[in-house]
Each structure stands twice: as structure tokens, then as C-alpha cells.
């Protein structure tokens, strides 16, 4: 760890005896207060119409099979069937790609980094060319769909107006799912970490970053 007091509690993981509060938007979403996050979003046009609309057509068939509240398992099995599918699609590079660039890449970072260490903790996150992975910790009563809402709304305002171009720029909806301990933490981590050599994406095409004590612990 880093040798510098932090006001940051140790690593809040999702907890089975502390309530869940529950959502439902698009995806399902599971919140406990202060907890650790790996999440996902990504462009409007980072997958084809015709992939979203059979992914959702097939998740949705899944979820009247599977009513919340879910389990443990039954949550890791949405998450490996659904989740999953979707960042392959995502690391295939459709649409337009707006943050392969780095002037747009760096709108996202400044967003990001803004409310860093007083709304929320950032641990590892890469910004690829269609979408953004994270692995961050939530402050206390700090809700996660008003965090990606400020990111979102912000980037897109900015962005637009340096390429002066109008419209969608994100998806409505993200993933997210709440780390369940150290060996999640991890492997979240290394996924971030090797993400831009999974996809083939070359230097200068993608942003990463790992905190420095995270870093150390993957070697």
C-alpha cells in the first residue's frame, strides 16, 4: 500500500449480510454503501444494432427465468453469460471508435480524475476506443448512477463540442458489479491491465492506469 495516510477505509467488499439496494434501469443493478465497483460504458455506436437487439432479446428471455433477488451464483452466471458476451463484442471495435483519440481519450480522464479521492476511489481503469472499464470504490452515500451520470454528461458536452458534432454519444445504461473480494479484485484488475493487448490495440490507442499500489501487488 501506499505510505501516505489516506482517509479511505480498507476495501469494502459486496457483503452478504448487509442489504442490497436494487435497481432496475435497462441492466440490473446492485448497490451496498461504499462498496467496490468494476464497471463498464461504453459509445452509443460501439455495438451493431442488430448484435444489441438479439443480446438484449436473449437476456431478457433470461430474466424471466431468473426473478430477483438473485444469488450469488445466480448473479455470477448473468454475469458470465451476459457481461461477458458484451465485452467481446465491445474489444471488436465497432462504430466510430471516438475514444481512440487522444484529445477525446483525455476529456474522459479529466472527468474521471475529478471527483478522485473525495467522491470516489479509483483503483485501475483503461479508456478504450468504444467504451471504459473501472475498478473503483464508492464514498460514503454516494450513488453509483449519479457518478457515471455526471462522467457521462460531462465527456459528452465536451467532446461534442471540440469535434462539433450533436446526438447520442453514450449508451443510457453501463454494467457494473460489486467486487466480492481480494481474488475479484484482482482478476478485475488484471482484466483491466491486459484488456488494450487482448484487443490488439496499439500504443497510443488506449489510456490505462493503475494505481500505484494496485500495480505493485499485480507485478
Known sequence: MDSAPSPWPILRFLSETTPVHK???RLPHWQQNAAAYFLTFRLHDSIPSDILREWREERD????DHPQPWSPETET???RHFSAA???YLDQGHGA???REPANAGIVVQA???FDHSRYLLHAWVIMPNHVHLLFSLGEAVAIESVVASWKRFTAIQIHGRNHTSGAFWQKDYFDRMIRGWDHFMNVARYIRRNPDKAKLAPGTFTLHLAPWVERLLG
Open 77 to 79: 452466471e448473468y454475469h
Open 86 to 88: 458484451m465485452d467481446r
Open 112 to 114: 474521471l480524475q475529478h
Open 23 to 25: 435497481t432496475l434501469n
Open 61 to 64: 428471455l433470461w430474466l424471466l
Open 97 to 99: 471508435c471516438l475514444l
